[in-house]
């Protein structure tokens, strides 16, 4: 079982906004920064946001990403068929003194 | 441009060990934390650990203490994981990633190696 949770599962049209949540708690999301990334099957996985916020060069602005409190969120708007991959969260947690994923979420464009 | 190369894929039994390596090119070696995280089967991330191939120094997740050792070859640009007692659920892909400083203040892995299948089977 995972630190942080997601759900294991979205979906969307195309054109669509998704947006993925990630639940932790005091002592990891609330007090630290979130990472999110992007995983294509058989792939390693793709940063889209460092720092809670942030978009590394190259990702499109259409992928943002928030924090509130114990939860994260990432948003995909203008939903894309290559965008149907796995995503993941990810945060240091104080309390276990290391890096912490989320179970990922598996998004489907439908 | 920044690369990080995985050794091949390994087959090992319950009880043995298995060293995967990581070559790095295209940056500043020292600069730089080289992350590992492993993925199950069908499974999600998990963070094995870090190191600091400027002065050695390393962290590994609490799960992995006693089992992991991470090293590094400055001459060569390597990185090396080696993690001992090995049992079925450890079979995994494991990759190195290129991130910067350590615990909360660091960063998680911006560029990845492409990963390396690990197999534990009698």
């Known amino acids: 079982q995972s630190i942080l949770t997601q759900p294991p599962s979205a979906s969307g049209t195309p054109g669509q906004r998704v947006t993925i949540s990630c639940s932790g708690s005091s002592s990891n999301i609330e007090i630290n920064y979130v990472y999110w990334y992007q995983q294509l099957p058989g792939t390693a996985p793709k940063l889209l946001i460092s720092?809670?916020?942030q978009r590394p060069s190259g990702v499109p602005d259409r992928f943002s990403g928030s924090k509130s409190g114990t939860s994260a969120s990432l948003a995909i708007s203008g939903l894309r068929s290559e965008d149907e991959a796995d995503y993941y969260c990810a945060a240091w947690d104080d309390s276990l003194s290391g890096w912490v994923f989320g179970g990922g979420t598996k998004l489907t464009v439908l | 441009q920044v690369q990080l190369v995985q050794s091949g894929a390994e087959v090992k039994k319950p009880g043995a060990s298995v060293k995967v390596s990581c070559k790095a090119s295209?940056?500043?070696?020292?600069?730089?934390?080289i992350h590992w995280v492993r993925q199950a089967p069908g499974q999600g991330l998990e963070w094995v650990g870090i190191i600091n191939p400027s002065g050695g120094s390393t962290s590994y997740a609490q799960k992995f203490q006693g089992r992991v050792t991470m090293t590094r070859d400055t001459s060569t640009n390597t990185l090396y994981m080696e993690l001992s007692s090995l049992r079925s659920e450890d079979t995994a892909v494991y990759y190195c990633?290129?991130?910067?400083?350590?615990?909360?203040?660091?960063?998680?892995?911006?560029?990845w190696g492409q990963g390396t299948l690990v197999t534990v089977s009698s």
């Open positions: 720092k809670s916020s």
């Open positions: 990633g290129r991130g910067q400083g350590i615990g909360a203040a660091g960063t998680l892995p911006d560029y």
């Open positions: 295209g940056y500043t070696f020292t600069s730089y934390y």
